[in-house]
């Protein structure tokens, strides 16, 4: 079993750049991928980004190219999601999750990861 635990949310103004961080305990020795998904009231779960844990190549949504940055720290079984000029429309609850084997080619799906942190609320105020 795996454990993913996220943090660094909260409130946030416009514009402004938190990180938020997610640290994997437990069977984490066949991590293919990491990825960060999001979920807003009434709206279905979406892709944020992707790292693949070995090569380090990432993967991002359209939403977050520029703005957002993932990364990971082996050492420390950890990814990181770096998020900067923040707007109103990216308030969600954000998930980090775990794939243990490769998916589809860039990893988006929910489907493709087979662990899920308990997720981390993020609201950006105008």
């Known amino acids: 079993q795996v454990q993913l635990v996220e943090s660094g949310g909260g409130l946030v103004q416009a514009g402004g750049s938190p990180r938020l961080s997610c640290a994997a305990s437990?069977?984490?020795?066949?991590?293919?991928?990491m990825g960060w998904f999001r979920q807003a009231p009434g709206k279905e779960r979406e892709f944020v980004a992707a790292?693949?844990?070995?090569?380090?190549?990432?993967q991002y949504a359209d939403f977050a190219k520029g703005r957002f940055t993932i990364s990971r720290d082996n050492a420390k079984n950890t990814v990181y999601l770096q998020m900067n000029s923040l707007k109103p429309e990216d308030t969600a609850v954000y998930y980090c999750?775990?794939?243990?084997?490769?998916?589809?080619?860039?990893?988006?799906?929910?489907?493709?990861?087979?662990?899920w942190g308990q997720g981390t609320q993020v609201t950006v105020s105008s």
């Open positions: 790292i693949r844990w070995s090569s380090g190549s990432t």
């Open positions: 437990g069977r984490t020795f066949s991590t293919y991928a």
């Open positions: 999750a775990l794939a243990r084997y490769s998916g589809s080619y860039y990893m988006t799906r929910t489907r493709d990861y087979d662990f």
